[in-house]
Nanobody, 124 residues
Framework: QVQLVESGGGLVQAGGSLRLSCAASGRTFSNYVMGWFRQAPGKEREFVAA????????YYADSVKGRFTISIDNAKNTVYLQMNSLKPEDTGVYYCAVHWGLRIGVRSDEYTYWGQGTQVTVSS
């Protein structure tokens, strides 16, 4: 069993920044991919960013490229999402998730475990 706990969400004005954290526990983590997804009210869950533990590669959705940065602290089994230049359309519940393997998945059904989510609200 794996537990993922997100934190760092909140209310911020457009143009501001937030840093989300996701702490993982419950299993030996190696050769895994950690990703962030978000879901706005009335919309489907969408991929935001992901990072591969084994090779350190990252992948971003076009909508956040250049504004968001994903990073990982392997010693702490924690993944971070630094979000800068936030826009109202970034509003939603942000979830972290994990899957095992070398290739970075971008579909939610590729991920095995999910956190409970943290709310991010960007006001205009």
């Amino acid at each position: 069993q794996v537990q993922l706990v997100e934190s760092g969400g909140g209310l911020v004005q457009a143009g501001g920044s937030l840093r989300l954290s996701c702490a993982a526990s419950g299993r030996t983590f190696s050769n895994y991919v950690m990703g962030w997804f978000r879901q706005a009210p009335g919309k489907e869950r969408e991929f935001v960013a992901a990072i591969s533990w084994s090779v350190g590669s990252t992948y971003y959705a076009d909508s956040v490229k250049g504004r968001f940065t994903i990073s990982i602290d392997n010693a702490k089994n924690t993944v971070y999402l630094q979000m800068n230049s936030l826009k109202p359309e970034d509003t939603g519940v942000y979830y972290c998730a994990v899957h095992w393997g070398l290739r970075i998945g971008v579909r939610s059904d590729e991920y095995t475990y999910w956190g409970q989510g943290t709310q991010v609200t960007v006001s205009s």
